[in-house]
């Protein structure tokens, strides 16, 4: 199983939308995939539909061992689409993990040698505490979602320098898969100038789709659906989908389950 970690430490930056959206789309293209929300927040969870009510079993229950990844994983209604939610006692979970052996390691030995999925995607919190971390050393890489706008690389390169402790640290072989740039505004001047400077520094890493300022992205969490599912006709989605393509592109070669 290929296990990315979809992360920035600034909040706001279409994190979960990404997630939401990409995890969609490679279900959709025959990959089976799982999707961890390890956020507090649970917004991956109720963007998938998947209820707080519903949620007896979450990725707290993972991290601290209370429950097995099997006990906790639900399906969604995407064909092709696994979860395990999240649930507000995440919150919490940084302090009751600092006595636990190998804290930094628990989601690793969760995800370790599972063949169910093809691929497993991991919604972080906007910050960069011991839930991150345990992505980051249970990911093979990294994706990234960039918010167009001044200070972007700033906390980029912040997370970068996290990223680089993390494989001298715990995790030699997390990548960098690449930097999405999202809530592009086509009206504004700004977003275009910090556009052509995060592909200036960055290169190659940065992926060509671009994820669009778009309404309809912002209304699919409420119905409990990926935009993808909403409307696939809007900007939002066609971005999503020209994102999940160059995504798999650079992924390993993989036989992809039928």
């Known amino acids: 199983m290929i296990t990315i970690a979809v ?18 789309a490679l279900a959709a293209t025959g990959w089976k995939t799982l ?6 927040q649970g917004n991956a969870s109720t963007g998938l539909g998947v209820h707080s009510q519903d949620r007896e079993y979450s990725s707290y229950d993972v991290l601290t061992g209370a429950a097995s990844l099997d006990d906790c994983v639900q399906d969604t ?5 696994s ?26 030995a969760a995800l370790d040698n ?15 505490g011991l839930l991150t971390l345990n992505a980051l050393v249970a990911a093979d890489s990294l994706l990234v979602p960039l918010q167009c706008e001044f200070f972007a690389l700033e906390g980029l390169s912040q997370l970068l320098q996290t990223v680089e402790r993390v494989q001298n640290v715990f995790n030699p072989d997390l990548s960098i898969l690449g930097v999405v740039l999202t809530m592009h505004d086509k009206r504004n001047r700004l977003t275009d100038q910090v556009t052509d400077d995060v592909r200036e520094v ?12 778009n309404v309809r992205l912002s209304e699919a969490p409420s119905h409990g659906l990926p935009a993808l ?30």
């Open 114 to 128: 599972r063949s169910e999925w093809d691929i497993c995607l991991i919604d972080c919190p906007p910050s960069l």
């Open 7 to 24: 992360a920035n430490q600034k909040g706001g930056v279409g994190k979960t939308t990404t997630a939401i959206n990409v995890s969609t």
């Open 83 to 108: 979860i395990v939610p999240a649930t507000v006692d995440l919150s919490g979970a940084e302090v009751e993990m600092v006595d636990l052996e190998e804290r930094t390691h628990r989601l690793k």
């Open 35 to 40: 999707l961890v929300d390890l956020d507090p």
């Open 229 to 258: 599912v909403y409307d696939y006709r809007c900007a939002g989605s066609s971005a999503y989908i020209a994102l999940a393509k160059e995504l798999a592109a650079r992924l390993p070669e993989k036989k992809v389950a039928a």
């Open 77 to 81: 209604a995407i064909p092709g689409l």
């Open 202 to 213: 960055l290169g190659n890493l940065v992926f060509e789709a671009v994820i669009p300022r």
